[in-house]
């Protein structure tokens, strides 16, 4: 599931918050993760919240919840072009990954919990405390594994990281979710997964039919010049027949590498 979390949310507030949106799940589904996305705001060094994050917050939300926590990591993100950002929506700042056994794992570790209290008082506040925080947050839970991969290629360990481009997108309002997929998966996806230098193409259906964004396509590419030339400038794909600018007109996305640089479970850091 996704949620925007009223836009001024920080990263804890993604994670508290989330229980009530993931009450009514989509599907069935065994392991999961959330995808968290976190934006800086403009003017804001990445270190602001890197010190915060890694010093404060990440050690409070392990301490709160480690008994149902499988992984969890995080990826800093690559610093995108301007060019890229003029096309396409693109956050930068960090991706972080919090992996459970289940969904019911998930819901277990909120109520009661003595460690993260009713809300964010628990939590040390960032720089500007939360309701002035110098990024947002935008959280998508699912399934481990996508449930559509559209193609795989291998994907050697290589000097420099991949390119991977998180993109959290949505369907117009009056636009089912049947209506939706039967589109994207009917006619875009096999066209776009035709652009020349793509690696890896999946896309994952979240768990709750409530997501703000409730759908999550992740494309590899050896780095950003085959980005690029795969997707600067905007290439001809199949346009829904609602009409529109398509799959990117409201949605939002990230680049980030294949290895994240920090590991919250195993207390390691690394070179990304």
Request: zero cysteines.
């Amino acid at each position: 599931m996704s949620t925007v979390l009223d836009r001024r949310a920080a990263l804890g507030l993604s994670l508290v918050g989330l229980a009530t949106a993931v009450a009514a799940p989509a599907q069935a589904v065994g392991a999961m993760k959330h995808y968290i996305l976190v934006d800086l705001k403009p003017g804001v060094d990445q270190l602001v919240l890197d010190r915060w994050y890694m010093t404060f917050h990440a050690p409070e939300v392990r301490r709160a919840f480690k008994a149902w926590q499988r992984n969890y990591v995080s990826f800093r993100s690559y610093l995108p072009p301007e060019e890229a950002r003029a096309a396409y929506r693109l956050l930068y700042g960090r991706m972080t990954e919090i992996h459970f056994d289940s969904l019911a794992d998930f819901q277990e570790s909120r109520p009661n919990n003595i460690y993260s209290g009713q809300g964010l008082g628990a939590f040390t506040p960032p720089p500007g405390g939360w309701a002035a925080a110098p990024f947002t947050s935008t959280t998508a839970s699912l399934p481990v594994n996508p449930q559509h991969m559209h193609l795989n290629t291998n994907t050697p360990p290589k000097q420099t990281p991949y390119l991977r481009w998180i993109v959290f997108f949505r369907y117009p309002d009056g636009v089912t979710a049947e209506q939706g997929d039967a589109w994207y998966r009917g006619s875009y996806a096999p066209e776009a997964a035709k652009r020349p230098g793509l690696k890896r193409y999946a896309t994952y259906e979240a768990v709750s039919r409530a997501a703000e964004y409730p759908r999550v396509a992740e494309l590899w590419f050896d780095d950003y010049a085959a980005w690029k030339a795969a997707f600067l400038p905007r290439p001809q794909l199949p346009a829904p027949p609602w009409g529109g600018r398509g799959l990117f007109a409201d949605g939002l996305s990230m680049f980030i590498g294949e290895n994240p640089d920090v590991d919250f479970v195993n207390d390691r850091r690394a070179i990304p």
